[in-house]
């Protein structure tokens, strides 16, 4: 009897997961998303889709963050789907884009003025199921906006990407993940001369279900390829969850 309840609430939580994003599942499809080690961090180790994510990006981190968010809207985008990008002061280059597997062609910019007109484009662009994502520039946005949006998605199944640049606030929002990059030093392989692949450094600060964490990683011919992190790092990240298990 035990085992047959047990089973059921095996299902009832797959169900759930499914339910919040973490099937990685598009029109049927198991995307990879190429992210190595960190996969361990989210429910069912897969990245959750038809949610909401937010990225927090200072002036520095901005050229870094872009690229791993451009990462990830070429696995969502494979299939040939569009992607809405909504922004009050676009500084983006579209056909950088293109390094990171997305062709320029398949992002749609949308500029306006104010920031409450961002919120709007963003929410009715979540509510249309024939887009991939939508990636919304912003720096001031409330727990119930980002409702808002969260309900949006879980309807059409849409992925949505807020990306904060510098905001005044880093408040709650009601959103699956919270990630924050930075650029690190390249490092030339066997002490050989010239410049090394482009780092990065992904602090995924929240996962709802899973397990936040660092992790570092590198651009090599196109791809994103997880790498080992030091001593050092290693024992500030455990430290960190620590913490988070206290608090």
Not at 185 to 204: A, D, K
């Amino acid at each position: 009897m035990s085992e047959k309840k047990n089973e059921v609430i095996k299902r009832l939580k797959d169900r759930i997961l499914t339910m919040e994003g973490f099937g990685g599942r598009v029109n049927g499809l198991q995307l990879d998303f190429g992210l190595g080690a960190m996969q361990e961090a989210f429910p069912r180790k897969t990245f959750p889709v038809g949610v909401m994510h937010e990225f927090i990006c200072s002036m520095e981190s901005r050229a870094a963050t872009g690229g791993v968010l451009a990462h990830l809207l070429s696995v969502l985008m494979r299939e040939g789907k569009a992607c809405l990008w909504i922004s009050p002061d676009r500084k983006l280059f579209s056909p950088g884009l293109k390094f990171f597997g997305v062709e320029p062609h398949q992002v749609i910019f949308i500029d306006v003025k104010k920031e409450k007109e961002v919120l709007w484009a963003m929410e009715q662009g979540l509510k249309c199921n024939a887009i991939a994502a939508v990636v919304a520039e912003l720096q001031t946005i409330s727990f119930s906006e980002s409702r808002r949006l969260q309900l949006a998605v879980e309807n059409s199944g849409v992925t949505g990407f807020i990306l904060r640049y510098t905001p005044f606030a880093e408040n709650n929002l009601a959103c699956a993940s919270r990630w924050r990059i930075k650029p690190l030093p390249s490092q030339c392989s066997q002490n050989m001369p010239g410049v090394g692949f482009p780092r990065v450094e992904i602090n995924l600060e929240k996962i709802r279900n899973g397990r936040p964490g660092i992790w570092e990683f590198e651009w090599q011919n196109g791809e994103l390829i997880s790498l080992p992190l030091t001593t050092k790092k290693l024992v500030d990240h455990r430290l960190a969850q620590s913490e988070r298990s206290y608090a």
